[in-house]
Nanobody, 125 residues
């Protein structure tokens, strides 16, 4: 079964940190561009961050610049989204995505070949 699986979400207080991980099952991530998206209640899904296969191109949505860091470990086949200085506005379901022929633009991966199932991140006191 071809799928992406996220982990590491949960509840955190404002100003806190969370580390999301993404792993692939049935295929490899090392030859794919990777992106993180999020969708808050009542809002459209938005791109948060994106990194190309080599990791040389990385970009972020303006709303998370300076707070979130995307990374990848091609040897382990995983992707990480380190989220610091979290705000209540960061509350959303976060999705990992991958695309063999994808590119990164303003923090968004296009086009997406595979989606994860999503994981909840809640920032609240």
């Amino acid at each position: 079964q071809l799928q992406l699986v996220e982990s590491g979400g949960g509840l955190v207080q404002p100003g806190g940190s969370l580390r999301l991980s993404c792993a692939a099952s049935g295929f490899t991530l090392d030859d794919r561009t990777i992106g993180w998206f999020r969708q808050a209640p009542g809002k459209e899904r938005e791109g948060v961050s994106c990194t190309t296969r080599s990791g040389r191109t990385i970009n972020y949505a303006d709303s998370v610049k300076g707070r979130f860091t995307i990374s990848r470990d091609n040897a382990k086949g995983t992707a990480i989204l380190q989220m610091n200085s979290l705000k209540p506005d960061d509350t959303a379901v976060y999705y990992c995505a991958a695309g063999r022929h994808g590119w990164c633009t303003q923090g968004e991966l296009k086009p997406v070949e595979y989606w994860g199932q999503g994981i909840q991140v809640t920032v609240s006191s």
